[in-house]
């Protein structure tokens, strides 16, 4: 069945430092990829996805490119900020099932 | 615009029991999935409705069932609670299939 590994936590970073969370997956098909945010006392949001190969997701300075041949979504941000702590998942969507990884915990400290 | 709510927000049951969760989805969605989330862990995926018909369905035993309502709110049932159901139900609703999916708060379920 469909899988996604990502980059075991926790990562703690200073604040204004870049970011990299990695994502691979394997899948059957052409699965849509996400990655979802979660803040502390919140519930799960969409951060950002890409439908097909090559696309790039982008959303409050996250950028995540759908690389097919090496099966990955890696998560980047050039420039963290303290209100970036949170857990991030990365996702996929195929053929009406959705596939989550196990998250990864961000901290950035000021 | 209403987002998704779910009740209760928490629960306790004891083993061998059923419990009914509830989710009523976004204004206009017609779609919803059911997760499952662990302590620490990413969401399972349960099952999905799209128009009162269960559309894929992730690796749960039968005792999960659910029902999809017209106006597109959803139950989850789960019957002969074991200690391993204790966690986190997730409900999320998109537009359409295979749309943006929107996640309500969760319930809360311990099994003693």
């Known amino acids: 069945g469909d899988s996604v590994t990502q980059m075991e936590g926790p990562v703690t970073l200073s604040e204004e430092a870049f970011l990299t969370i990695n994502c691979t997956y394997t899948?059957?098909?052409?699965?849509?990829l996400f990655w979802y945010v979660q803040y502390p006392g919140e519930g799960l949001q969409l951060l950002l996805k890409a439908t097909k190969a090559d696309d790039k997701g982008s959303n409050k300075g996250f950028e995540a490119t759908y690389r097919k041949e090496t099966t990955s979504f890696h998560l980047e941000k050039g420039s963290v900020q303290v209100s970036d702590s949170a857990v991030y998942f990365c996702a996929l969507s195929n053929a009406g099932k959705s596939t989550f990884g196990d998250g990864t915990t961000l901290t950035v400290k000021p | 615009e209403t987002g998704v709510t779910q009740s209760p927000t928490h629960l306790i049951k004891t083993r061998g029991q059923q419990v009914t969760l509830r989710c009523s989805s976004q204004s206009g969605h017609n779609t919803v999935s059911w997760y499952q989330q662990a302590l620490g862990q990413g969401p399972q995926f349960i099952f999905q409705y799209y128009r009162e018909e269960e559309n894929g369905r992730g690796n749960f035993p039968p005792r999960f069932s659910g029902l999809q309502f017209p106006n597109y709110s959803s139950e989850l049932n789960v019957n002969a609670l074991e200690l391993d159901d204790s966690a986190l139900y997730l409900c999320a609703s998109s537009l359409r299939l295979a749309d943006t999916q929107y996640f309500g708060p969760g319930t809360r379920l311990t099994v003693l």
């Open positions: 899948a059957t098909g052409y699965p849509s």
